[in-house]
Structure formats: structure tokens, C-alpha cells
């Protein structure tokens, strides 16, 4: 997904298999791979000539977007499919709390 | 009316105001499991005593439990095809009621179904995302982290679950905070704390105009936290986990639109704050004796309306 991410335009699979050179990937796994994304719909594939080639439907900063929204999401239904550490507070109550919590350490050391 | 309705009734009825108090209450900070028992509780009873209720009332045979004798009619009408009589205005109540209750059992049913599902799919979208997108941290081992600036750390529960860490939570805490803040989603993972939200979360969906099915949802997610505040404190000093959290708390949320989300980001502000109180000056837990009290009345309020069911109408 990365190369397709980098690629400027769309990429056959064999051009995939190239620019995965760190790894020695089959020509069959690099199209499984696609045709996988393809199907969830993160990659869209067009048949030029003879061969599929595949690019990115969505930018990567699109999708952490989507995963980060969903996560900050306070509203709806969302908010019980994750389980969110803190949610958002003021910033002058968190400063307050903060200065108080820091005051407290000192007295603990001191 | 038989004396096993009015009672199913006056439980069903009592459960609402029962719930008020419970949701206004101060004691559940010192014990949020007791209160979680309690919640569970209180939403289970009132459900088989509304349901109860209504179908015992709509029973006309005399000498049956408001279970088998609703089956038994229900039996009889599909076998022999033709509904029973409505010979008065008295016989159209029960009617009705029997319907009611049928209606209401189909679409609690219905709606806990449907909100799995929902939040299984968003799970399995965050899943996907995360393959895409996610790599692993030696600052956070055991969890994913995700490249955005927003500070933000949440589980994903579930048979494949997961702890999600944002990059700008990872340059905001130090190693002890996020060791605590670690301890407290696994604690969420660990004790599967989404199965008990689940249900009240298809309580608020069935009952959106109810005030109280919002103040239960909304109790009992605070609970949840509160009680994995407490699992993580069995492994790291208050003091980290107090600061995880306003520091996260601070920096969270900024891409969130303002508007109609105000009102609920007021009561979220207060939910942080009530957890770092309760973390710095922690109360004594409720005595023996009390939680024997809340657990004995837990399981009163689901038996009671339960043996009503299957006893024979009096």
C-alpha cells in the first residue's frame, strides 16, 4: 500500500513487484495483495492494455483522518465500538488541575 | 388485576426512579464495580418486569405463569388461526397490553442485535485502517501507533483487540504515564468492559427520547473507567495515570466541531476532571457490609421479576 501511496500514477503489478525490492514478493502474492485492497476498497484498479493497473483510492493522510475522527468522535454510537482513554478537557481546568498536581509532588519531595 | 402484574408493574415502574437516584448518587465512585453490578442489574429487571407486566396482563388463562400461559395462547392462536374474541373494551386492554409486551421483547431484542452489529462493522473498519496505517512503538510495546499530531489513546475491544496510540500522545507523556495509560486500556481489553456498555448502549438507542437510558449510558461509561483506573493502579502510582490524563485530555479533542457538541463536552470535561479527583484523593471503598447490601439487592431485582414470571398467577 505504501508504494502505491508514493506512486504518481497508477501501477501494474508487475511495476509493484518492482518497487518492492526489499522483499522478494511472488508475482502472484504482489497480485493477490491488490486485488484484496481493491476489494475493500482502499485501492481502485483500471484495465490498461492487457494488464490491471492499481492506485490508491484514497491518500494516506485521508485514511488516518478517517481512523482519528472515528476515534475523537464523541458523539453517536462510535464512542462504544473503542473505548477512549480521556476525553477532552478545558484547557485552563487541565492547567489548574496540572499546577495543583505539581505543587503536590514538590510537597511530597520536599 | 392479578397481584403477580402489579407487582411486575410497580418493579418495572420503580426501576426508573431507582436509576435517577442511582445515576445522581456519589457512592459508585468508591465502588464502581458494586455500581456496575447494580446498573446491570437494574436494566436486566426492568426489562423481564415491563415485558412481564404487560404480557401477564394480556393473559386470560387462569392458573398459568405469565410465561407458559402467554405461550400457551399464543400456541392456540396460530394453530387454530382465529384470534380470541374481543368481546369488550376490557378484553381490547388485555389485548393490547399482550401486544405491547410482545412488541417490546422483539424490539429490545432487535435493537442489542442491531447494535453488535453496528459496532462490530466501525471495529472491523478500524482494523482495516490500522493494518494500512498502523506500526509498532518500543516507547508503547503491545500497542499500535498511528502518525497524526492530536493526542488521542483508546482499545478497540474484541476477539482481535488492540491498543491504539496516537504520535502525539506518544511526544506528550513521558515513559511512566504511558506505561499507566497502557495498564488502564488493557484493564478495558482484559475484563471485556465493552460486553457490559453494550446493552445499555441499545437501551439509549431503543429509548432516545428517554432522559434516563442517556444518564445510564452515561453512568455507567463512567464507571467502566473509573473501575480501570482502579486495575491500573494495582500496577502504577496514581500520580502517572492523573497526569496522563488531563495531559491527554488538555490536547485531545481539538479537531472535534463545537456547536451542538457542547453541551456533551461540558459533562466529558467534568467526567476527566471527576476521574483525576477520585485518582488524587481517593475515597475508602464501601464497607463489607455495604457491598453485601448492593449485591444482594442486584440480585433481588432480576430474581424477583424472574420466579414472577414462571410462578403461577395469583
Given at each position: 500500500m505504501d508504494v502505491l501511496w508514493e506512486a504518481a500514477g497508477p501501477l501494474s503489478v508487475r511495476e509493484v513487484s518492482g518497487l518492492l525490492t526489499d522483499r522478494d514478493l511472488a508475482h502472484t502474492t504482489v497480485m493477490t495483495v491488490l486485488d484484496r485492497l481493491a476489494k475493500k476498497g482502499f485501492a481502485r484498479r483500471e484495465r490498461n492494455g492487457r494488464a490491471w493497473h492499481y492506485r490508491a483510492a484514497e491518500s494516506r493522510e485521508a485514511y488516518v483522518t478517517e481512523l482519528m475522527l472515528s476515534a475523537l468522535d464523541q458523539t453517536g454510537d462510535r464512542q462504544a465500538a473503542l473505548s477512549r482513554f480521556a476525553r477532552s478537557v478545558s484547557g485552563t481546568e487541565a492547567q489548574t488541575l496540572l499546577r495543583a498536581l505539581g505543587a503536590l509532588g514538590e510537597a511530597a519531595r520536599g | 388485576m392479578s397481584a403477580t402484574v402489579f407487582i411486575l408493574a410497580a418493579i418495572a415502574i420503580g426501576c426508573i426512579p431507582a436509576a435517577s437516584s442511582l445515576a445522581a448518587a456519589s457512592w459508585p465512585r468508591r465502588s464502581p464495580a458494586a455500581a456496575i453490578l447494580l446498573w446491570q442489574a437494574l436494566g436486566l429487571g426492568w426489562g423481564i418486569a415491563a415485558i412481564g407486566a404487560l404480557i401477564g396482563f394480556g393473559?386470560?388463562?387462569?392458573?398459568?405463569?405469565v410465561a407458559s400461559g402467554a405461550l400457551k395462547q399464543l400456541v392456540g392462536i396460530a394453530r387454530t388461526g382465529n384470534l380470541p374474541q374481543v368481546v369488550d373494551f376490557a378484553a381490547a386492554i388485555r389485548m393490547l397490553c399482550l401486544v405491547a409486551g410482545l412488541v417490546l421483547l422483539g424490539v429490545l431484542y432487535w435493537i442489542l442485535v442491531a447494535a453488535s452489529a453496528s459496532v462490530v462493522r466501525a471495529r472491523q473498519r478500524q482494523h482495516e485502517l490500522l493494518n494500512l496505517l498502523a506500526h509498532g512503538d518500543p516507547k508503547v510495546p503491545g500497542a499500535l501507533v498511528v502518525d497524526h499530531p492530536a493526542a488521542t489513546a483508546y482499545c478497540l475491544p474484541g476477539l482481535r483487540s488492540a491498543i491504539v496510540v496516537s504520535a502525539g500522545t506518544l511526544n506528550l507523556l513521558d515513559a511512566d504515564e504511558l506505561a499507566a495509560v497502557l495498564a488502564h486500556e488493557r484493564a478495558h481489553l482484559r475484563e471485556r468492559h465493552d460486553l457490559v456498555l453494550l446493552p445499555f448502549l441499545a437501551l439509549l438507542r431503543a429509548f432516545r427520547w428517554a432522559e434516563v437510558a442517556r444518564r445510564a449510558y452515561q453512568a455507567v461509561e463512567l464507571l467502566i473507567e473509573m473501575h480501570a483506573d482502579d486495575r491500573a493502579l494495582r500496577q502504577r502510582p496514581a500520580r502517572e495515570l492523573a497526569t496522563a490524563l488531563l495531559r491527554v485530555g488538555a490536547a485531545g479533542g481539538g479537531g472535534v466541531p463545537s456547536g451542538a457538541l457542547g453541551a456533551a463536552q461540558r459533562a466529558e470535561e467534568c467526567e476527566v476532571a471527576a476521574r483525576v479527583i477520585r485518582l488524587l484523593r481517593p475515597a475508602p471503598g464501601l464497607s463489607y457490609a455495604a457491598l453485601a447490601v448492593i449485591i444482594g439487592a442486584s440480585a433481588a431485582i432480576v430474581a424477583i421479576p424472574a420466579a414472577l414470571l414462571v410462578l403461577p398467577l395469583s
Open positions: - | 393473559v386470560t388463562a387462569p392458573g398459568s405463569a
